[in-house]
Every structure is written in structure tokens, then in C-alpha cells.
């Protein structure tokens, strides 16, 4: 079945640790996403990338870093320049660069703590 | 930044009854979509409406889209407990760098 995967489920952070969230689809769908979501709250977006090699800052990229190596792949880094990470973490991917044409799938999910 | 807000923050009911939900945006849009997220989980794509449509059904879903007032309603017919979840509105801002916007959601308790 195609899907987008997100590894791990759970992630405990030492202060001052740098740390990868990995996401990973088989969709061959063209654009990826990561957003965060803090506790009854949105999504805020961290990075997309449209393309391979190429990604963009969202709202909210101070402290994170991605790389878009291959189609598949869209890998978040949470440097220890983020202040505040304990987080849900979400990838999505949309067929198209466009995602109001039809819309996000979403990956499960990686809880993040700082511990 | 936050595009769409939607009302009530929290909802609960019974089951058998409907549930209605809504989301207010601040700049034009291209389409609106609609999630649903359980606790815990990815969010998943219910309905997309676009920007020239008033109405559309999917199933027990009802969605409404008004651009003059810059809102849209989720309908939810005959609820039942596994409606339980968080759900979004999410758009897409007219000439923005082709990603969506998501609003803070409406936290759904169907009561058995």
C-alpha cells in the first residue's frame, strides 16, 4: 500500500542534542511538508520542498534544517538552536506542487520530547 | 501565520445527533479543505471545495463555502462515537507560496 511513513513514533532529546526525524513516501508524489503541532493547536509549517534539492522556510524554520536528496525522502533535523521542541510532528506530501488541487497525506506522526 | 479559525474550539454531543462546525479565513482563497485528526495521529483529508462551489456532500459530510463572508460550515449528519477527533480547516491564500494554512481546529466528543 502507498503511504507516507514517519520514524520514529516516539523521540526522547537530550538538551543541547541534535536530532532527525525521518519521513519517507511511495506515492511518487511531487511536494513534502513538515508542520508541528503543539498541544490544542494548528499545524504551524516548518519547511516544504517541491522538488528534489530544493526546499523552502516556512513559518516557523529557526532551530530546524531538511534536505530533500531524493523524491521519497524529506528528513527533519532539530538542531539545538530550537529552544523548544517537545512537539507532534507531521510530514505530509501532495501529488501535485499545488495542494489545493488535492490536498495532503499525512504521515503518523513523531512525538518529540526533551527529556 | 494562522489563516482560518474555527468555532466552537471544543463540541460535544450524542450520538445520532449532528454536529456542525465552522471556519472563518481572512484572504481570498483558491479551495478549502477539511481533516479530521484522532488523538494521537496523522490528520486525514476529508472534502476539498473550491472557491466556486456552494455546497458539496461526501457521505454523511455536508460542506459549505461562503466567499462573500469568508466562511465555511462542516456538517456532520446521524454522528456517531467514532466521529470522536480533532477536525481542521485548512486553505490556501490566493498567490502564497503553494502550501496550506491550517486553523486550530474543533475538537468533536460523540457521546454513546
Known amino acids: 500500500d502507498g503511504g507516507i511513513t514517519q520514524s520514529p513514533k516516539y523521540l526522547f532529546r537530550k538538551e543541547g542534542q541534535n536530532v532527525t526525524l525521518s519521513c519517507e513516501q511511495n506515492?511518487?508524489?511531487?511536494?513534502m511538508y513538515w508542520y508541528r503541532q503543539d498541544p490544542g493547536q494548528g499545524l504551524r509549517l516548518i519547511y516544504y520542498?517541491?522538488?528534489?534539492?530544493?526546499?523552502q522556510k516556512g513559518d516557523i524554520a529557526e532551530g530546524y534544517s531538511v534536505s530533500r536528496e531524493k523524491k521519497e525522502s524529506f528528513p527533519l533535523t532539530v538542531t539545538s538552536a530550537q529552544k523548544n521542541p517537545t512537539a507532534f510532528y507531521l510530514c505530509a506530501s501532495s501529488m501535485d506542487r499545488d495542494p489545493s488541487n488535492y490536498g495532503y497525506t499525512f504521515g503518523s506522526g513523531t512525538r518529540l520530547t526533551v527529556v | 501565520s494562522q489563516q482560518g479559525e474555527e468555532d466552537p474550539q471544543a463540541l460535544s454531543i450524542q450520538e445520532g445527533e449532528n454536529a456542525t462546525m465552522n471556519c472563518s479565513y481572512k484572504?481570498?482563497?483558491?479551495?478549502l479543505q477539511w481533516y479530521r485528526q484522532n488523538s494521537g495521529r496523522g490528520l486525514v483529508h476529508l472534502i476539498l471545495i473550491r472557491s466556486n462551489e456552494r455546497e458539496k456532500h461526501s457521505g454523511r459530510l455536508r460542506v459549505t463555502l461562503d466567499t462573500s463572508k469568508k466562511s465555511s460550515s462542516l456538517l456532520i449528519t446521524a454522528s456517531r462515537a467514532a466521529d470522536t477527533a480533532s477536525y481542521f480547516c485548512a486553505t490556501d491564500p490566493s498567490g502564497s507560496a503553494r502550501q496550506l494554512t491550517f486553523g486550530s481546529g474543533t475538537q468533536l466528543t460523540v457521546l454513546p
Open positions: 520542498s517541491q522538488i528534489v534539492n530544493d526546499f
Open positions: 484572504t481570498s482563497i483558491n479551495n
Open positions: 506515492l511518487n508524489h511531487d511536494a
